[in-house]
């Protein structure tokens, strides 16, 4: 079946613009996970959905970083007023409940801000 | 705090030379220590996971080993088809299911 999708896979935008990120999980899966990969850094996570269940937002950087998931599936991170250091690679994954853990990944969207 | 290190950072083989990368980590509570591969440009494919010290998993030339403190990911015979980087995470018993991730090991392997 289909993996991970997200879009767009480049996105370019100005310092102080807002962009919004989508991802599409693997269907019938139901935990949703966003992270962030800058150059040199290992991954880093930013926010886990499981279900219903409150999200854990632990991970945000700041409040400019929001996320939301829509009926259980399709989720968006959302970077208000963009900075240089937000360019990253963020990364989606999702997992099946049962599986302990195995978290499978979108090939990303590369941020660049200017 | 959970924490992942990987030793090297680059490796560089020729095909056909044997080699094993390390993951070291610290986790309140192992629940499972996870081995990725990432080309570049792609997300991290799911590798391997292991759950409990003197666990080992094996694919093709890839074998992965865990005791209480690290993990062995051993490379046998490499190909220049297994040059990517390769990464190591950790979930631990916090209550959270987020990965912690070490930041890789980039291996080259020269036909």
């Known amino acids: 079946g289909a993996g991970v999708s997200q879009s767009p896979s480049n996105k370019v935008t100005e310092k102080g613009k807002d962009v919004e990120l989508r991802c599409d999980p693997i269907?019938?899966?139901?935990?949703l996970y966003w992270y962030r990969q800058s150059l040199g850094q290992g991954l880093e996570f930013l926010i886990y959905f499981q279900g219903n269940s409150a999200p854990d937002k632990s991970g945000l950087p700041s409040d400019r970083f929001s996320a939301e998931r829509t009926g259980g599936s399709v989720s968006t991170l959302t970077i208000q007023r963009t900075q240089q250091e937000d360019s990253a690679v963020y990364l989606c994954?999702?997992?099946?409940?049962?599986?302990?853990?195995?978290?499978?990944f979108g090939a990303g969207t590369r941020l660049s801000v200017l | 705090e959970d924490q992942v290190t990987q030793s090297p950072e680059a490796l560089r083989l020729q095909e056909g030379e044997s080699s094993s990368l390390n993951c070291s980590y610290t986790?309140?509570?192992?629940?499972?220590l996870f081995w990725y591969r990432q080309d570049p440009g792609k997300g991290p494919e799911f590798l391997f996971t292991l759950y409990s010290a003197g666990e080992e998993k094996e694919k093709e030339r890839l074998k992965a080993t865990l005791t209480k403190k690290e993990s062995f990911l051993h490379i046998t015979a490499p190909k220049p088809e297994d040059s990517a980087t390769y990464l190591c995470?950790?979930?631990?018993?916090?209550?959270?299911?987020?990965?912690?991730f070490g930041k890789g090991t980039k291996l080259t392997v020269n036909p």
């Open positions: 995470a950790v979930a631990g018993q916090g209550g959270s299911e987020k990965l912690v």
């Open positions: 269907s019938g899966h139901t935990a």
């Open positions: 986790v309140s509570g192992l629940r499972g």
């Open positions: 994954a999702s997992s099946p409940r049962g599986r302990r853990n195995i978290q499978y």
